[in-house]
């Protein structure tokens, strides 16, 4: 019973490290479908080298994505400039909750810089809706958009998946049916760690189908007015300079008040040496040049 157990053991890991293998191979296969096609499904113009424009988007590109079983990521990163900062995070919280997306991080400075950072997550299909509606809100001084093809990811997770539940529940068959406390140690102990790697890998799969469901878009709200008053001006540079003299200044008087309580030892110090010169120097009788 024991080389049993052992033989099935064995088993089940070959199973998962095959399934992995093959899905490894596949991933390779749906990596590069999808260079060679873009949301659309059109082949890509232009070599892997050159940049890659900002991805566009649209519901009947999700659609055909979710019609050939292809998984895909979007995010973006966006600097927008407002009149109010606080009154433009109002608003771009409810033209999200619109189209059906949500808030998910907010960071709110008033006070100090007058700036705001906060993360959306909106439908996959009303992305591009979301950028447009948070553009419409002041001016975008840089949009980064961003897409990845996760098909190959997400199925070796759904297969890594598959291959544990079906170790998993072998190996309770097993517990079941043995009555040896050796054999019932060793598969409580495989047992265990698969379970482990079952529910972790569960959650990685959970995780990557919320990615893929809502995309994320990060907005930096910054006051216009707050950044108009940051440009130099003459007055600006007159007190710049100001406290640069103020600052030379007070160094300078901290300089001397570190020296004075060692006047009294340099004044000693030149003291002996002019007596020490004048001690070396020869004398010459009167009316005679000096030799």
Do not use: W
Not at 74 to 98: I, N, Q
Not at 220 to 242: M, V, Y
């Amino acid at each position: 019973m024991t080389v049993v157990v052992l033989l099935v053991l064995a088993a089940g890991g070959i199973a998962v490290s095959c399934s992995g293998f093959d899905d490894d191979s596949s991933s390779g296969d749906a990596d590069t479908a999808g260079e060679a096609t873009g949301p659309d499904g059109a082949a890509d113009s232009g070599s892997a080298g050159a940049a890659a424009a900002p991805a566009v988007v649209s519901p009947d590109a999700v659609e055909q994505d979710a019609a050939a079983g292809r998984k895909r990521t979007f995010t973006a990163d966006v600097s927008l400039g407002v009149d109010e900062v606080d009154r433009a995070v109002e608003r771009a919280a409810a033209a999200v909750s619109e189209i059906g997306g949500f808030t998910a991080t907010e960071d709110v400075d008033l006070e100090g810089d007058g700036r705001a950072s906060v993360t959306y997550r909106v439908p996959a299909d009303r992305f591009d809706a979301a950028l447009d509606a948070l553009g419409a809100l002041g001016e975008v001084r840089t949009k980064d958009v961003q897409s990845d093809d996760v098909t190959a990811q997400y199925a070796d997770l759904d297969s890594r998946v598959a291959a544990l539940r079906t170790s998993v529940d072998r190996l309770h068959g097993f517990l079941a049916q043995t009555t040896d406390v050796n054999q019932i140690a060793t598969i409580e102990a495989e047992l265990t760690r698969r379970e482990a790697e079952l529910e972790s890998t569960e959650g990685q799969r959970r995780a990557l189908a919320d990615q893929v469901e809502l995309s994320t878009i990060t907005v930096a709200f910054e006051s216009l007015d707050r950044a108009a008053d940051e440009l130099p001006t003459f007055l600006g540079g007159l007190d710049t300079g100001r406290d640069v003299a103020a600052s030379l200044l007070a160094a300078a008087v901290a300089t001397a008040g570190f020296l004075v309580p060692f006047l009294p030892v340099l004044a000693l110090a030149v003291a002996a040496i002019v007596l020490a010169r004048r001690r070396r120097r020869p004398l010459t009788p009167a009316g005679q040049p000096p030799v």
